[in-house]
């Protein structure tokens, strides 16, 4: 049975903003005397805040000025303004929900300004006209369940009628605590810490449609 409303993540879901986020991350970095490697901020900058990230890694050592994350954000808008692609098979799952009638909205960590961006330059803006709601705007992040409560209450679903699909730990512990079933999206494998929060892995959105009931 198809759920009530899927909610889906926005990067890394319906569009592929990691990557480009996670290679300016390391290179701005290594401009501050700082050396990772992408998977190692694939592995733990994945699904947070940029102030969480700032106050993690002047944990870890990194000399980094005050206003970091204003310059970052300013750093990675320019980056996404210069084009990003929606998830590898995203639109054929938002078709097939339009065709069966299955509500579908976007809640992201991100900031509206940041999805107009995203969702924007892969031709998925319009398709959330009305149903796309941030963190920041809102004033809760993940992990905290209250993005996804909110979500829901909006959208006119209960909790127990969602599914969320979601590629970050922090985005499945959400979920959990909001009592949503969560589809955990790892393409390059792994999952186990998207697993930990009870999410159930799939590695290609061609196998979310059987996932969310809808064949």
């Not at 970052?72 to 990003?84: A, D, N, P, S």
């Not at 605590?177 to 998207?194: F, I, N, Q, T, V």
Request: charged share 20%.
């Amino acid at each position: 049975m198809s759920p009530a409303l899927v909610i889906f993540d926005c990067d890394g879901v319906l569009v592929d903003s990691e990557t480009p986020a996670n290679e300016l991350l390391v290179a701005n970095l290594a401009r501050h005397g700082m050396n990772i490697s992408i998977a190692f901020a694939e592995q733990n900058f994945v699904g947070g805040t940029l102030q969480k990230d700032f106050e993690t890694l002047k944990a870890m050592g990194a000399d980094l000025p005050d206003d970091w994350c204003k310059t970052f954000r300013k750093e990675l808008h320019h980056r996404l303004q210069q084009g990003v692609e929606p998830i590898s098979g995203i639109v054929a799952v938002l078709d097939l929900l339009d065709e069966r009638g299955v509500p579908y909205c976007v809640a992201s960590n991100g900031s509206d300004e940041k999805m107009a961006i995203t969702l924007g330059h892969t031709g998925l803006w319009d398709r959330f006209v009305g149903r796309r709601f941030s963190a920041k705007t809102i004033g809760i992040f993940k992990p905290e369940p209250g993005l996804y409560l909110a979500a829901a209450r909006e959208m006119g679903v209960s909790a127990d009628q969602c599914v969320v699909v979601e590629d970050s730990a922090s985005g499945a512990l959400a979920a959990k605590r909001a009592g949503m079933p969560c589809l955990g999206y790892a393409p390059k494998g792994g999952g186990e810490a998207l697993a930990q929060h009870g999410a159930r892995i799939f590695g290609a959105m061609d196998d979310l449609p059987g996932l969310l009931g809808l064949v």
